[in-house]
Nanobody, 121 residues
């Protein structure tokens, strides 16, 4: 059983920054490709960023390019999402996910419980 626990969400003003963390336990973290997704009220789950098992390959949704950075520390079994220049439209619950290799949420096998990010204007 793989467990993912996100943290780092909160309330921030537009233009501010947050760093989300996702601690993974239960299986070999370095064996999983990872992703971040988000879900705003009334919306579907949206792809944010992807990173492969080694951290050597990353991919971002177009709206996040240049503002968000995904990274991982396999020694700490932790996934990160650095979010800069935040906008009110970034407000959502952010989820980390493991086991997928695409931008599709349905491809990921394991999910965290989510952390709320709220950006005020």
């Amino acid at each position: 059983q793989v467990q993912l626990v996100e943290s780092g969400g909160g309330l921030v003003q537009a233009g501010g920054s947050l760093r989300l963390s996702c601690v993974v336990s239960g299986r070999t973290f370095s064996g999983y490709d990872m992703g971040w997704f988000r879900q705003a009220p009334g919306e579907g789950r949206e792809f944010v960023a992807y990173i492969n098992w080694s951290g050597g390959i990353t991919y971002y949704a177009e709206a996040m390019k240049g503002r968000f950075t995904i990274s991982r520390d396999n020694t700490k079994t932790t996934l990160y999402l650095q979010m800069n220049s935040l906008k009110p439209e970034d407000t959502a619950v952010y989820y980390c996910a493991a086991g997928g290799r695409t931008t599709s949420a349905s491809a990921y096998r394991y999910w965290g419980q989510g952390t709320q990010v709220t950006v005020s204007s």
